[in-house]
Nanobody
């Protein structure tokens, strides 16, 4: 079973940047599409970005398009989320997830099979 661990969260001022990492054990991430989701207090978990096995297909939520970049390094078994121009409304717990199906990167959390424990991102105004 794949186990995922996120890192890189923290407290940053509005306009700043953070890079989240998602490392895996128990399986090769190159076999799977992957995604980033986030959940703010009192809100449902929402899609942020996803990436295909090869990295060539990367859909984004409209709210982060142009500010966030998802990428992966299959040799290091790691996925990343570079977050620039952060806003207070980006404050949330960020989760990485794995989709074991053969479909391309998908936006609905229900399609994802394995999840990390989450990392807190707090953006102050």
């Amino acid at each position: 079973q794949v186990q995922l661990v996120e890192s890189g969260g923290g407290l940053v001022q509005a306009g700043g940047s953070l890079r989240l990492s998602c490392g895996a054990s128990g399986g090769a991430l190159s076999n799977y599409a992957m995604g980033w989701f986030r959940q703010a207090p009192g809100k449902e978990r929402e899609f942020v970005a996803a990436i295909s096995r090869s990295g060539g297909n990367t859909p984004y939520a409209d709210s982060v398009k142009g500010r966030f970049t998802i990428s992966r390094d299959n040799a290091k078994n790691t996925m990343y989320l570079q977050m620039n121009s952060l806003k207070p409304e980006d404050t949330a717990v960020y989760y990485c997830a794995v989709d074991r199906s053969w479909f391309g990167p998908r936006m609905l959390s229900g399609f994802y099979d394995y999840w990390g424990q989450g990392t807190q991102v707090t953006v102050s105004s």
